[in-house]
């Protein structure tokens, strides 16, 4: 009975070595433990390995990789866009302006390939106006071609009489924002219109009729100057 016992107990001691053994490796393969190092065995055999995640592109590799698509597809204004898009980006990284030259280029040539894109008229426009880019005349451009595509819009005649107000074109900006009061009486930007349209008609009025009495003083005065000269 002795010499069972030892037999007993030299077997346990081998079947809690395998059973140390087997909850090691357990823990190993299944990414456990070690203080979560993060170390997965079972990576290895995935074909994982400790392979480090690729980096995300930066701006300017997605815009290279959308300039080369639209090499490849010069029609595609999805890839236009997007490369519009990317371009106005690294203008806010880099703060070179040619970057946005490229994205009112990329726009413009998106409109001319597919003039049904209702929405990039007004983006093209509002970029125009913007601080950076301040081409009202450019504005003005699209905008017109926008208001043949896109009549009932009230934004394109809004940002239309914004353009040329800036420019110093009264009559055509009380004309465009006239035509914004009519589509949409009741927006938000509408109070302010009006008040617009009331100084801009009141003061190309008097500038008309200041210029009207000028012009017909002309006249008399060369009649005295022909009476003295008698």
Do not use: C, H
């Amino acid at each position: 009975m002795l010499l069972d016992r030892k037999k007993i107990r030299r077997w346990a001691k081998w079947v809690a070595l395998i059973l140390a053994i087997v909850f090691a490796l357990s823990f190993l393969f299944m990414g456990v433990g070690y203080g979560g190092a993060g170390f997965d065995l079972s990576a290895i055999f995935r074909g994982g390995g400790d392979k480090k995640p690729e980096a995300p592109q930066s701006t300017e590799e997605k815009l290279t990789a959308a300039l080369q698509a639209l090499e490849t597809n010069p029609k595609d204004t999805g890839k236009m866009l997007e490369a519009a898009t990317l371009s106005e980006q690294m203008y806010s990284e880099k703060g070179d302006s040619a970057y946005l030259q490229a994205a009112a280029d990329l726009m413009e040539s998106a409109i001319q390939t597919d003039r049904s894109l209702k929405e990039v008229y007004l983006r093209l426009a509002n970029l125009y106006l913007s601080k950076e880019y301040n081409n009202a005349q450019a504005a003005v451009t699209v905008l017109n071609k926008a208001t043949s595509v896109d009549p009932a819009n009230p934004d394109l005649f809004l940002k239309l009489g914004i353009a040329q107000n800036s420019l110093g074109n009264a009559a055509a900006a009380v004309m465009a924002w006239e035509k914004y009061l009519e589509l949409a009486p009741n927006a938000e930007m509408a109070d302010v219109v009006r008040e617009q349209v009331e100084i801009l008609t009141a003061t190309t009025t008097t500038t008309v009729g200041a210029t009207s009495t000028t012009v017909g003083a002309t006249p008399t005065t060369t009649s005295a100057t022909s009476t003295t000269s008698d």
